[in-house]
């Protein structure tokens, strides 16, 4: 099975890291409420970029953020 991984600085909705951090991308299962929907979840954290690339050779370093918020205009809201 191919897993995307990428490494970059740590930055989520609700924190912001200056360590490289190492995500895995993909997509949210049937079972979950965010189903189809892409998915980051985090592997690992390194103080330098060089530490996390010995660590995890095969992922992508990125400038920037790969976060994204997710949907959830499917959901039932508060006056459902």
Known sequence: MKTD??????RGATYQSDRWTVYEHGT??????L????????LDDFETLEEA???YPEAQ????STYRPPCLSHLPGDED
């Open 61 to 64: 370093v990125i400038d920037g």
């Open 5 to 10: 991984l990428t490494i970059e600085r740590g």
């Open 53 to 55: 690339v010995t660590a």
């Open 35 to 42: 189903s189809g929907q892409s998915r980051r979840s985090w």
């Open 28 to 33: 949210y299962g049937r079972d979950s409420a």
